[in-house]
């Protein structure tokens, strides 16, 4: 099928050994600092699986630092990914689904240095996963540690994969950003209100 075409592309493009089953990737969102969220969205065999999406607020970073943002949610993901699938295969359930499936592979919005921080991230979190980094201006692939980015033929089924994880996480977290931003906005005209107070 094309999915597991574009799959095998994308395994061959970046070296990897195997099929990637479960490739997440992760965007973070914010409005001159204010309201940081990141989304996590999820392809399962090429395909998205909409029901795995996640959503973070950003909780320990203050401003716009997407660096430090992305290294908070990739740690959270994986300290609690780690500790659901040793819960499971203590009680012998199965892993598929939820935190505890944990992924083959990650896609990173940002080149190499975006790239080193979620990569520290996991592995301080006891994870050990193939990641790559997308560069936007010319869609450069970046890999760990590497000193040069690929650069796929744009007709690539790896790079239209990339593409689709990428724009999907983007649309996700900006989504759930300005929904966050309504609210805020809704609650402090009210707030305007004579005899409203914060309760």
């Not at 199965?94 to 990569?119: K, N, S, T, V």
């Not at 690539?156 to 724009?167: C, N, T, V, Y």
Request: a positive charge; hydrophobic letters at 40%; proline letters at 5%.
């Amino acid at each position: 099928s094309v999915r597991s075409k574009e799959c095998l592309a994308l395994a061959d493009a970046i070296g990897m050994e195997k099929l990637p089953r479960r490739i997440e990737g992760f965007d973070i969102s914010n409005t001159q600092g204010a309201l940081s969220v990141a989304s996590m969205v999820v392809f399962i065999n090429g395909a998205a699986a909409k029901k795995e999406y996640r959503h973070y607020r950003i909780k320990t970073v203050e401003g716009a630092n997407d660096f430090a943002s992305m290294e908070e949610v990739l740690g959270r993901r994986f300290r609690r990914g780690i500790a659901e699938r040793d819960k499971k295969l203590e009680s012998g359930e199965p892993i598929e689904g939820g935190f505890a499936d944990l992924p083959d592979l990650i896609l990173i919005d940002g080149g190499p240095e975006q790239l080193d921080f979620a990569r520290r991230a996991v592995q301080a979190a006891g994870g050990d996963v193939p990641m790559f980094g997308l560069a936007k201006k010319l869609e450069e692939i970046w890999l760990p540690g590497a000193t040069e980015p690929i650069m796929l033929d744009r007709h690539s089924p790896a790079l239209h994969l990339i593409q689709r994880l990428r724009d999907e996480a983007h649309r996700f977290a900006i989504t759930h950003h300005r929904s966050l931003r309504a609210k805020n906005t809704v609650r402090s005209r009210l707030e305007e209100i004579p005899g409203i107070g914060p309760k």
